[in-house]
């Protein structure tokens, strides 16, 4: 009986210890990572229960897909814990300037690296795109769409700059116009639209920056008069007001030069800024890195609101309307 005791009393020992053995000791478990910083980590979109504050998505150019392939990443905008919807991987070739036009179509100028250069456009929610402009002169840097829909292209043609614009729906250039910038390390940098619709161009060259524009109807840029001293871009952006935000990747600055002024009425710090500007109507400013971040900036903020990192090459950034 004593046997037939102990054996029983061994089993049920050995039971109770494996039983312990195998349970998760919850109080000293690491915590899994939330899903945001998770996905922002591995660059896998967001579960879809994300959604945009407002409807607004931010888009960010990354060149850091597959190899030779980027990627655009899509955020929640609104400058409070974005969060990553999902990727657009198709049709995004080696992405660097990035537009929303007035349809919240996006549009992607991409050069070239595994496929040939392009300016796509995509639908929004799309994943693929529409519209696929392949005859370009040179290596696009940045697109923009006036609110008739012609789409132009600032292109670097062996250390010149033009820009190509294409009628709405065409995949021909109807003009192709020198930019009258040019010179080593010459870089294409951002567009935007004033008030009165004239197309401004910022065109890094010579370790230089300089800014031209182009009246509606017009077939020769003309240089903006500001005082771009120890301002080297390449970014730059216009606002519904039309404050002229021009960025330096130097001394990581914005500068904001009001209507009519030829020097700066404000300078926001702290920003990297070695990509491109989108600047909001009313006044938001998204400024891409060149490497791994975007610093949002509230409208009327000095320095950056919020800050998004991600495994990625952020080279241009847009917000939908």
């Given at each position: 009986m004593a046997i037939q005791f102990r054996s029983i009393l061994a089993l049920l020992t050995g039971a109770l210890l494996a039983a312990c053995a195998n349970a998760a000791p919850a109080a000293f478990a690491p915590a899994a990572p939330p899903i945001q910083n998770a996905a922002r980590a591995s660059g896998a979109?967001?579960?879809?229960?994300?959604?945009?504050?407002?409807?607004?998505?931010?888009?960010?150019?990354?060149?850091?897909?597959?190899?030779g392939v980027g990627q655009i990443h899509v955020y929640t905008a609104g400058?409070?814990?974005?969060q990553q919807l999902r990727l657009i991987t198709n049709g995004t070739g080696r992405p660097f300037g990035l537009w929303v036009d007035s349809k919240n179509d996006l549009y992607v100028a991409n050069q070239t690296d595994k496929y040939a250069?392009?300016?796509?456009?995509f639908k929004p929610g799309a994943s693929?795109?529409?519209?696929?402009?392949?005859?370009?002169?040179?290596?696009p840097g940045s697109?923009?769409?006036?609110?008739?829909?012609?789409?132009?292209?600032?292109?670097n043609v062996q250390d010149e700059g033009y820009v190509q614009i294409f009628a709405p729906g065409s995949t021909t250039p109807k003009a192709t116009l020198d930019t009258g910038v040019g010179g080593y390390a010459f870089d294409p940098g951002?567009?935007?639209?004033?008030?009165?619709?004239?197309?401004?161009?910022?065109?890094?060259?010579?370790?230089?920056?300089?800014?031209?524009?182009?009246?509606?109807?017009?077939?020769?840029?003309?240089?903006?008069?500001?005082?771009?001293?120890?301002?080297?871009?390449?970014?730059?952006?216009?606002?519904?007001?039309?404050?002229?935000?021009v960025a330096s990747s130097g001394s990581a600055t914005v500068s904001v030069f009001a209507p009519g002024q030829t020097e700066p009425s404000r300078t926001i710090s702290s920003v990297s800024a070695y990509g491109l500007t989108?600047?909001?109507?009313?006044g938001a400013v998204y400024q891409?890195?060149?490497?791994?971040?975007?610093?949002?900036?509230?409208?009327?903020?000095?320095?950056?609101?919020?800050?998004?990192?991600?495994?990625c090459s952020v080279q241009g950034v847009a917000e939908s309307r």
């Open positions: 979109a967001e579960a879809p229960q994300a959604k945009s504050r407002g409807g607004r998505v931010l888009y960010i150019a990354d060149l850091d897909g597959q190899p400058m409070k814990n974005p250069a392009s300016v796509t456009a693929s795109p529409f519209f696929t402009i392949t005859d370009l002169k040179g290596q697109v923009a769409v006036d609110h008739a829909g012609n789409i132009y292209v600032n292109e951002s567009m935007a639209f004033d008030p009165q619709g004239d197309l401004l161009v910022a065109e890094q060259a010579k370790l230089a920056l300089q800014i031209v524009q182009l009246a509606p109807g017009a077939s020769q840029f003309t240089p903006v008069n500001f005082d771009l001293t120890n301002i080297t871009g390449p970014g730059m952006g216009i606002d519904k007001a039309g404050n002229v935000y989108w600047v909001s109507p009313r891409a890195s060149g490497e791994y971040t975007v610093d949002e900036i509230a409208a009327g903020a000095n320095s950056p609101t919020q800050t998004i990192s991600c495994t």
